[in-house]
């Protein structure tokens, strides 16, 4: 009991020091040099608990301290303190989500979490399926795996081979998850079609739809087109309504990777953006993003109640015994990928209780107000013609702030500035313009 009080005191100032404005985001070094400051190496011989609490500290003290307000490097932000309880509380039940049997009350909270977080895409009573996963990536593989089921059951047992070429469509500027899922399935990433964007980065409808009858035509089977609500460089929302129509008139799956935009459903301001994804077959959202909800935290979200099930299920008979003495659809195990599955919603369902859905309301209204405030404040602002990376390179020094960069098709480096920290103020929007000003003054 001891132990664990003097870790709970090294958290808590740890927590304290993460809002502190006057602390560093980081406390950077480089690779080689922090391997070298510590004896890191693992040993035959247990260390002492006072070596052990040592080890906490130091690790701490390295750490990015990603719920300061003044880190906007990610899309997944901030140190939400009901969510940090739940994560202590997951951990001490450290159970795995497979059966009723050993996870009662989560399995329970996941059903009644998915459900309402389908009632939010706006299907009917919150029907259909879903499941809790590691992160957006494996949310969409789902999807892509599900849709081909849907078209081709019998890939299950024999494998693409006793199926025709498939191709599914993205956009450009969508996320690599969905050419990696189709690397991971067997597809192959030839078989994914990008497909061209706007200016503002939104996919082309017209374009999709030139590309679908070309590849009919060339004898593939189109089976999944996976629009983007909020895409990672951009943050741009694919047009919902015109990629459903498309979809519908040529028979092919929808998917909807809102793992970054999918939070703006909480927003009756903002919802508009995500018009059209009632009409998807699946959806994936990270409540780790946007809703500010600790790592990890995502969900897929599918339309066909039992598709899940059929496409994944083994009948492992040592788990799923079909004699048990409750409800065995509480059992979910058997329609996810994994065997061992965290608990990773209690997370959202207890800072949904606290905050309530107009609590995440007002925090993500809050998050695009301070984007539309920064967009202003440098909009006429004389001096921004900025070196991206050498700029982020000293930031990483100083350890005042952090922004990621990256190019994207023929722009060069930019900074993409992410807001989803309900702790960021406009003074640290303020900060960071003048910051980014200082630090490339001689540039």
Known sequence: MS?????????LQYVVKSFDRSTKVIDFHYPNELLQEYNWELADQPQTLEEILLNCRTTLKYAIKTGHPRYFNQLSTGLDMVGLAADWLTSAANTNMFTYEIAPVFVLLEYV??????????????CGDGIFSPGGAISNMYAMLIARFKMFPEVKEKGMAAIPRLVAFTSEHSHFSVKKGAAALGIGTDSVILIRCDERGKMIPSDLERRIVEAKQKGFVPFLVSATAGTTVYGAFDPLIAIADICKKYKIWMHVDGAWGGGLLMSRKHKWKLNGIERANSVTWNPHKMMGVPLQCSALLVREEGLMQSCNQMHASYLFQQDKHYDLSYDTGDKALQCGRHVDVFKLWLMWRAKGTTGFEAQIDKCLELAEYLYNKIKNREGYEMVAPVIKARM???????VSYQPLGDKVNFFRMVISNPAATHQDIDFLIDEIERLGQDL
């Open 3 to 11: 132990f664990l009080q003097d870790v709970v005191d090294i958290l």
């Open 113 to 126: 979490t998915l459900r309402k977080m389908r009632e939010m895409v706006g299907w009917p009573g919150g």
């Open 396 to 402: 990483m020094e100083y350890g005042t702030t952090m």
